[in-house]
């Protein structure tokens, strides 16, 4: 196939690449820097930095996963911005180009994440489940609808709600790594918020068969059947490094320092893949200290 893929040079961008590369289809992608393109991506993969040099060239799908990391910084008005425009306005950008193409795709696969349930408590949630209206849901619900506008043009749309990626390199694990190796990891507020990780190679291989399976269509849990509390997630990432995770980060501490980012600590998702096991794919990943110690044991 040939692929347009947005958010290349990401974590799961990245992967996805060399998973394509490797299967023999051929890769654009739409970046912000594309001279970096062919290093992070692969060297055959092509790095464009406007729609408009595609412009007449056939894709057989697209993959919609550009989007400015949420959780780096607080929600101040002006990262806001910056994360909408990078969500939603990119994408009404490239839903907008593909419906001026005489050949439109087959399929696309566009991300959003589990943050559009909002606060799930400890309720299972599935693709059926209800949204609680806060800021998460708001950003991924006007992502969502920006993708959803593709099927106008007759393009097969699946949308993948994504949990919290486990990845030997990059992704929130890197952030927890290092406090944890000091010693210094615990769990974060009450510990009893769910936390629905997914393995990075599960992410990538659900892409490629949500692209591969014409029965596939509308939103997708991109997490593990298993998802744990931030307790359990701690004390099985502690034993993974060898450390110990017994030192808490009070709720009220990452409410003063993070403001209403710190609800995406706080709170979460028991979120379950129900549509893509009930339709047959497979999750290598099922059990959190099996994807933390293939995780961690390059470290």
């Given at each position: 196939m040939n692929i347009l893929l947005t958010g290349g040079t990401g974590l799961i961008g990245r992967a996805?690449?060399?998973?394509?590369?490797?299967?023999?289809?051929?890769?654009?992608?739409?970046?912000?820097?594309?001279?970096?393109?062919?290093?992070?991506?692969?060297?055959?993969?092509?790095?464009?930095?406007?729609?408009?040099?595609?412009?007449?060239?056939?894709?057989?799908a697209v993959v919609n996963l550009a989007g400015a990391p949420v959780a780096d910084r607080p929600w101040t008005a002006k990262r806001k911005a910056v994360l909408w425009a990078s969500r939603v306005s990119l994408t009404e950008r490239l839903v907008q180009w593909l419906g001026e193409q005489a050949r439109k795709p087959q399929v696309m696969v566009s991300g959003s994440a589990v943050g559009w349930y909002g606060d799930g408590g400890s309720e299972p949630i599935t693709e059926q489940s209800p949204a609680n209206k806060e800021y998460t849901h708001t950003l991924c619900d006007a992502w969502e609808a920006a993708a959803k506008r593709v099927t106008a043009y007759g393009v097969r749309l699946c949308i993948m709600r994504t949990g919290l990626v486990v990845a030997a390199e990059g992704g929130f694990l890197a952030r927890l790594k290092p406090p944890f190796k000091l010693g210094l990891g615990g769990p974060i507020g009450s510990g009893e918020q769910y936390m629905p990780w997914v393995h990075l190679d599960d992410?990538?291989?659900?892409?490629?068969?949500l692209l591969q399976n014409p029965e596939c269509r509308g939103a997708y849990n991109a997490s593990a059947p298993h998802p744990v509390t931030n307790r359990e997630f701690v004390k099985e990432l502690g034993r993974a490094l060898g450390r110990p995770a017994v030192l808490p980060v009070?709720?009220?501490?990452?409410?003063?320092?993070?403001?209403?980012?710190?609800?995406?600590?706080?709170?979460?998702?028991?979120?379950?893949?129900?549509?893509?096991?009930?339709?047959?794919?497979?999750?290598?990943?099922?059990?959190?200290?099996?994807?933390?110690?293939?995780?961690?044991?390059?470290?």
């Open positions: 996805l690449c060399r998973r394509l590369l490797a299967e023999g289809h051929s890769v654009s992608v739409w970046s912000r820097r594309p001279a970096e393109v062919p290093a992070l991506c692969g060297a055959q993969v092509r790095g464009v930095s406007e729609l408009s040099q595609l412009d007449g060239e056939h894709f057989d992410v990538v291989a659900l892409i490629v068969w009070p709720g009220f501490v990452l409410k003063l320092t993070l403001g209403e980012m710190s609800r995406l600590l706080l709170t979460g998702q028991r979120a379950l893949p129900a549509k893509a096991q009930d339709q047959g794919f497979n999750f290598g990943y099922q059990r959190l200290e099996t994807a933390l110690a293939a995780a961690t044991k390059a470290n």
